[in-house]
């Protein structure tokens, strides 16, 4: 099939139900990838990680990335969270 855009990844994930794990182990493997490649010596860089509607709704969504960045010492600056459109959305009732 090919490369799948985002957008169209995210709405698969979220359909199917696998955002959040799929959303967890991304937000915990992006800062320690990230934190390997600075003690490898990369220059300091900043990692985007798209987040979706359902992974921003989580109740513990904040306190899983700032776990992990706590866990990695990496620096909230490196680590970019990218908000998916759908966040914009207005939540049904």
Known sequence: M????????IRIAENSGLIIPIGEWVA????????KWQEEGLPNMTVAVNVSAVQFRQEDFCELIGSVLHET???????????????????PM
């Open 2 to 9: 090919g490369l799948v855009p985002a957008d169209m990844f």
């Open 73 to 91: 010492d990496l620096a909230a600056r490196c680590l970019e969270l990218e908000v998916s459109e759908s966040v914009l959305q207005p939540m």
């Open 28 to 35: 915990q493997n992006s800062p320690f990838s990230t934190r």
